[in-house]
């Protein structure tokens, strides 16, 4: 591999998946896996296999399904965490333990109660465990950037000689500086033993807003992977954008020595708009490379100068990016193979999806709406996707509101088989019309966020509503699109009833944190 080339550590289903509002289930986690991959992401860390089982279930599954990336599971230095990642790993193509133990005076003094000299013997004892197991071992010094330099190399060195062949150094609580940590990266790779065999990595936290140019500074410094996440989720104020990252060193190669990524960034827009649909968490609009704003010239200063050249005030394109796509795309009158071709260049395969279906509902769309854009394929397809096991199913709802009646909602919900109505009255249509459902499903979950966006611009927009309930201490967003916000409120309410039901039945919750 040349000297320039940056590998990406995608940590979105690890990190990211911890984020407070962003779990993910299997079937989810499996669906991002297969984009990341297809977006050409070197590593995807799927999780951390002792915390849940279904932590655990997460890895094996994409170890088994997801082929191209290495596959990375997340172990702290015992035995027994060591052990169970790589028993999730071991059917992977290619893979990756990641093990860590914290390295500052405060955490190893008030967490973790060990004295430097322990964990340079924990350091030692479970690298090489994991490395007896898999060829590919990286090893964090968790909290590396408020840990003493003199000693963070004695813990690199004990790694090395323990076998791991990528050593990180994670900003874990987001402390660091550009050049500080730019002048860290520099220190080690001039002190460790035996770091020309090996790769350093960056692991940065946004608590400051520094995450991105930490991590880009330290690839100045001879970093040459980058963990980060799609749209930049994760623990607090999350994990370095991945997307900033890739196109910082594409559109400034020259600065960076040539640096570059194996991403395939036409692919970017779709990941980070699949991760919205999946967690119920758009980006906002300003937000780098992926927000609705990033590209949008409205000065009239701009706009004359952007149609004289766009390069007056385009330093990337959206097209680069995989956006330009609210161009209209397919009308009533396309058909099934017009459908097929779409969902390939959107990124999806249509033998993986029930074609049957996708199409049927297409048509329904194209006769409402006139004008189907990418933006309602993709919601349709990842609806589809993204379905759990319909315990409830929504058959029919009726509702009557204004500025004079009292907001009446009438829901039919299929149970089980069995078709049950409930009429309601709320404070307003969707109030009555969750109070209906609430009321034939007799749940106890809490609403704790009601949100609805439009998925493309227009009066004929789809509308798509993402639900967050709560119950039993699990939290679950619900989806749900269409033409009509009421009927896509019934939807995501439904389908976050039904994601409950799921999860009650997985019955598990991780409750350990990593790097
Ligand atoms: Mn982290």
Known sequence: MPDNRVLIFDTTLRDGEQAPGCSMNLEEKVVLARQLAKMGVDVIEAGFPIASPGDFEAVRTISEEIKGPIICGLARTADTDIDRAWEALQVAERARIHTFIATSEIHMRDKLKMGPDRVLEEVDRAVRRAHSYCEDVEFSAEDATR???????KVYNAAVKAGASTLNVPDTVGYTTPAEYAELIRFLVEKVEGSEKVRFAVHCHDDLGLSV?????????????????????????????MEEVVMALRTRGEFFGG???????????????????????????????VGDNAFAHEAGIHQHGMLSNRLTYEIMTPES?????????????????????????????????????????FKDLADAKKTVYN??????????????????????????TGTFVTPTATVELAVDGESLKQAAMGDGPVDAVFKAIKTITDTQARLLRYQVNAITSGMDAQGEVAVTLEADGMRVIGQ????DILVASAKAYVHALNKLIQRRQAGDRAALRGV
């Open 147 to 153: 840990s003493d330099w003199e000693y963070l190399v």
């Open 213 to 241: 140019a930490n991590s880009l500074a330290a690839i100045r410094a001879g970093a040459r992977q980058v963990e980060c996440t799609v749209n930049g989720i994760g623990e607090r104020a999350g994990n370095t954008a």
């Open 480 to 483: 749900g699109a269409d033409l």
């Open 321 to 361: 990016v995989g956006r330009g796509s609210t161009e209209l795309v397919l009308g009533k009158h396309s058909g099934r193979h017009a459908l097929a071709e779409r969902l390939r260049t959107l990124g999806f395969d249509p033998e993986k999806v029930d074609f049957d279906e996708v199409f049927r509902r």
């Open 259 to 289: 640096c570059d990524t194996g991403i395939n960034a036409k692919e970017i827009y779709h990941s980070s708009r699949l991760l919205s649909q999946v967690i119920g968490i758009n980006v906002p609009p300003n937000k780098a490379i």
């Open 375 to 400: 933006e309602d394929i993709e919601a349709l397809v990842t609806d589809q996707l993204l379905r759990v096991v319909e315990y409830y199913k929504l058959e029919n709802l009726s509702v009557t």
